[in-house]
T-cell receptor
Framework: ETGVTQSPTHLIKTRGQQVTLRCSSQ?????VSWYQQALGQGPQFIFQ???????GRGNFPPRFSGLQFPNYSSELNVNALELDDSALYLC????????????????FGPGTRLTVL | AQSVTQLGSHVSVSEGALVLLRCNYS??????LFWYVQYPNQGLQLLLK??????LVKGINGFEAEFKKSETSFHLTKPSAHMSDAAEYFC???????????FGKGTKLSVIP
């Protein structure tokens, strides 16, 4: 069984640029969630995709957007990067029924460390 | 709305001593509670979770946690700390119909030889 993988591992961008982060879900999982973990903080929920549609969103601006593909891999796109976007971005996959029950375990990838200069 | 408070950003214990990491939650719906561990430069690994049923939950690596509704707590314990337990621990809450995990700020556990 293959776990959740993310690419790239590290990324350095400058303010105003755009970035795309990628995630490959665990085999058999149909749902992916993205979290932002700033230094010294717990992860914060960005959004979740279930069967290729956004299933919920946290308190993040529209310049954070995502996609989920038929093979359940996913992308997180961030436009107009700001210094405060520097963080570890975590992807988590799970097997949800009918949009999620809240009890399903989310399995996390190792994350992408984004630095914005 | 849901929130999690983890008391103590840094806890140090001696090898072989009891580990106690505290977590209090606030939830407007019956909560589902999770503990995750994060080793340096790695993602989060699930230690244990409470959804319904028995309030004492056993997890991996000898950890357990007890859901106490009256105290709105879900503290994590381990009878005897090992050096390999040194990591950061996060408590998280979700609820029925809520797909979103809300995390605490984490507690860094150091184990002293």
């Amino acid at each position: 069984e293959t776990g959740v993988t993310q690419s790239p591992t590290h990324l350095i961008k400058t303010r105003g640029q755009q970035v795309t982060l990628r995630c490959s879900s665990q085999s058999g999982h149909n749902t992916v969630s993205w979290y932002q973990q700033a230094l010294g903080q717990g992860p914060q929920f960005i959004f979740q995709y279930y069967r290729e549609e956004e299933n919920g969103r946290g308190n993040f601006p529209p310049r954070f957007s995502g996609l989920q593909f038929p093979n359940y891999s996913s992308e997180l796109n961030v436009n107009a990067l700001e210094l405060d976007d520097s963080a570890l971005y975590l992807c988590a996959s799970s097997l949800e029924v009918a949009g999620g029950s809240g009890t399903d375990t989310q399995y996390f990838g190792p994350g992408t460390r984004l630095t914005v200069l | 709305a849901q929130s999690v408070t983890q008391l103590g950003s840094h806890v140090s214990v001696s090898e072989g001593a009891l580990v106690l990491l505290r977590c209090n939650y606030s939830s407007s719906v019956p909560p589902y509670l999770f503990w995750y561990v994060q080793y340096p430069n790695q993602g989060l690994q699930l230690l244990l979770k409470y959804t319904t049923g028995a309030t004492l939950v056993k997890g991996i690596n000898g950890f357990e946690a007890e859901f106490k509704k009256s105290e709105t707590s879900f503290h994590l314990t381990k009878p005897s700390a090992h050096m390999s337990d040194a990591a950061e621990y996060f408590c998280a809450v979700s609820g029925a119909g809520s797909y979103q995990l809300t995390f605490g700020k984490g507690t860094k556990l150091s184990v002293i030889p």
